[in-house]
């Protein structure tokens, strides 16, 4: 019998390490299928073959039509699934984890259900956007008020600097038109964050609804992490895509967000970020697809900590 921890999935040891792949890849107007351990997207152009254990977040957009066996490849791959509206992102689905092992998601839950530990990452969290400050001793509230004025200095900054006239940030849920250009670009840079946040988060086996900032939502680890890089790359690459000119907005705010990711290596940093985050302080490092790429390990939970072999049926008057 098959068992969740023998399934017939890719090992990590064939697939691309997720810091090391491409940020999203966009298709619209096209139908996709799997040839061997690649997707192919046909459209009026051709065919193109994409081998999916390098993409990190593929965007499908108006038009695109996707076959069972392409989704179950993608999955496997660990490849974050987006569906795009017309002009904006949002995340829909998402492949499983590239790594095997739960640590990191018991760690975080850990961190996540002491009210002490999950403010002490939240003002890490802090710390990595604004090094400049220091968190330490901050309240919830205290830092929501930081954050606040740092990303309102941050738009005005960036306002003054591609000369755009900013009449501060406005956006209705839903309805991505209702905005002006450069609104339209913050939020088009916005959503395609959240779903590079989200691929990374579930590559890692995380668990995208414990959050440190964001609460109530299935995504608030993956918004929290988005919004790690808010101020240093989504803001002003919405800033000067919107100085450039105001047509197909939505469009080319992604390709010029691709380009940056990939130049910064955001994923890489990234996935360094969430580690760090995650298991600072901690003695012992937390094994990842990097570190143990051959095998999963499914373990039985004893009493004082102890973990048990798997795959046996243990009585009582078994001795341990």
């Not at 695109?64 to 017309?86: D, H, N, P």
Request: aromatic share 6%; with cysteine; glycine share 10%.
């Amino acid at each position: 019998m098959t068992t969740v921890g023998k399934r017939g999935a890719s090992s990590p040891r064939e697939l691309t390490r997720i810091s090391d792949r491409f940020s999203f890849i966009y298709i619209e107007r096209a139908v996709i299928h799997a040839a061997d351990n690649a997707i192919t997207a046909a459209d009026g152009d051709g065919v193109r073959h994409l081998p999916s254990a390098t993409i990190g977040t593929l965007l499908l957009g108006p038009g695109t039509k996707i076959s069972q066996q392409a989704i179950r490849l993608l999955g496997e791959s660990g490849v974050g699934i987006v569906w795009v509206g017309e002009h904006g992102v949002r995340y829909y689905a998402g492949g499983r984890a590239l790594s095997r092992s739960s640590a990191l998601a018991e760690a975080q839950a850990r961190l996540w259900a002491n009210p002490r530990t999950r403010l002490n990452v939240a003002r890490a969290m802090y710390s990595l956007r604004f090094p400049d400050e220091d968190p330490a001793g901050c309240s919830r509230r205290k830092l929501l008020g930081m954050e606040g004025d740092r990303v309102k200095t941050c738009y005005r900054t960036e306002a003054a600097r591609t000369g755009i006239r900013w009449r501060g940030r406005h956006y209705v849920q839903g309805d991505f038109a209702s905005g002006d250009a450069p609104n339209q670009a913050v939020t088009a840079a916005g959503q395609c964050m959240y779903g590079i946040a989200q691929s990374v988060v579930a590559a890692l086996g995380c668990i995208p609804g414990l959050g440190f900032v964001h609460s109530g939502h299935e995504l608030s680890f993956a918004l929290d992490i988005a919004d790690l890089y808010k101020t240093e790359i989504g803001i002003p690459v919405a800033f000067e895509v919107a100085a450039e000119s105001w047509e197909d907005i939505g469009a080319r705010v992604r390709r010029a967000l691709r380009d940056r990711v990939h130049a910064e290596r955001l994923l890489e940093r990234c996935v360094r970020d969430v580690k760090t985050l995650l298991t600072s302080g901690m003695e012992e490092s937390i094994p990842t697809e990097e570190d143990d790429p051959v095998r999963d390990r499914v373990r039985l939970q004893s009493d004082r900590g102890e973990e048990l072999e798997s795959g046996r049926n243990l009585g009582e008057g078994l001795i341990w």
